[in-house]
């Protein structure tokens, strides 16, 4: 070291009172609110650049279950507008027998224009080892029927899209009461602290029948509620910050903030609100780093884009969709719901076949058959299928009574879903309908029960799951509500 610098040095170290006063009294104070955001844990936070570190106060903050988990996480898919069970996976020969013959007087149509039993216009095919009996309108998840637990037996209490919808939601046929998927992210949280817990994409002909109630926290705090992703552009809308605001601004900011939102909380402890909005503003800040990646699918190799159906103008839109949902998955969202179908023209966009069921749902089969089963292929490959829990239902299933003789009315009395991964015996059929798939028959499964049944999978007790409002401990599955045994053997 040079004299020069030396003699530099130790001039710097000759201080005036009033800066010695200025400094120490900085000092001081800021060792104490170094120790108050150490406790908190804010400093890690802070001082660190990765996506991952702590968020203090996060309620996401991952929560140990009641049991051992089959499922570490949840994707949904919603086929929106009410899928005709005796068209897809609920064969009925009877429908053939006896075909333009009247059903009984106590059938109850919504829409009118009732007419008699009709078959149904495709075949079935037997897949996989199994031989379980898939439309020929879904070539693809037929060669998946090992992996699939047909549930023929589902049947809701509505007639209404919106109110059906709802229930198969919430477990309610009105709206206020949180979503399942806010259910799963308040009883489990969340693996990543730079996406949310829990993500919804919508149809890009429109969102869903009930629209943003289908994801809402209901009297949760809207925490819980899902976050709406797109599928093309920036995933969330105004997600990046202005322009001429820099990185080292916003970082700046958001700390100050932080700092200052600490410090009230350690005067008024016990303030919910306050963490969950100090977390909110720490996840939406990493979100623009991590967010974009997650649903990066450009960054997926060729393969697995043609896997998804990428590159094909009927199969794209729901394909990236399904790709995006496993890579959310991936990086740890608990829960991904998907909408397809959505409010654009009622009776195309979705699967509302009133007016031609068979044009109806060729199309929506042909959007949704490949890209279904490359996740299925995709999740199996990457060894994410025994620990994601693939969820297939609609909101009511159709009549087995011809409308306007071409299309098919509503029906809550009897729909079909299936789930798959999370370690459940795939190639059986459970329950059953009538032998016209009007109504629910053998082993008939409620809403409450298929709720029961994801939450188990999940680790969670149904009935140890609640929260308190309005002076009594509410449950998801209501005061309902047992898990298929089939399903969690």
Known sequence: ?????????????????RDFLFRSGGGIAGVALADLLNRQGMLQAAQSDTCEAPIPGNPFAPKDPHFAPRATAVISL?????????????????????????MADSVVVRQGHPGPLMPSPFEFIRGGQSGLEVSEIFPHLAKKADDLAIIRSLYGRSNDHIQATYEMQSGQIRMGFPSVGSWVTYGLGAESSSLPAYVVMNDYRGGPLGGPNDWSA??????YQGTLFRAVGDPIVDLQPPDGVTEAQQRARLDTLAKLNEIDMAKNPGNSELAARISSYEL?????????????????????????GLGDPITEPFGRQCLMARRLVERGVRFVQLFHGGLGNQN????????????????????????????????????????????W???????????????RDHNPGAMTGWMAGAGIQGGQVIGASDEFGYKAAEQRISAHDFHATMLHLLGMDHTKLTY?????????TDVHGVPIPQIIA
């Open 468 to 476: 308190r409002y309005n002076g009594r401990d509410m449950r998801l």
């Open 78 to 102: 919603f086929m929106s507008g009410g899928v005709s069970q005796v068209d897809t996976f609920d064969p009925k020969p009877a429908l053939k027998q006896y075909a333009g013959q009247p």
């Open 1 to 17: 070291m040079s004299d020069h610098h030396h003699h530099h040095c130790r001039q710097k170290t000759f201080w005036s009172r």
């Open 348 to 391: 195309t966009d979705t699967w509302d076949a009133h007016s031609n069921l068979k044009e109806n749902h060729t199309q929506h089969a042909a959007e949704t058959d490949l890209p279904i089963a490359g996740l299925l292929t995709d999740l199996k490959a990457r060894g994410m299928l025994d620990s994601t829990l693939i969820v």
């Open 393 to 407: 239902h609609a909101e009511f299933g159709r009549m087995p009574i011809s409308q306007r003789g071409v299309g």
């Open 284 to 308: 939406a800040y990493r979100m623009q780093g991590c967010a974009p990646e997650a649903v990066d699918t450009s960054a997926e190799s060729d393969a697995t884009q043609k896997l998804y």
């Open 218 to 223: 209901g009297f949760m705090p809207a925490t």
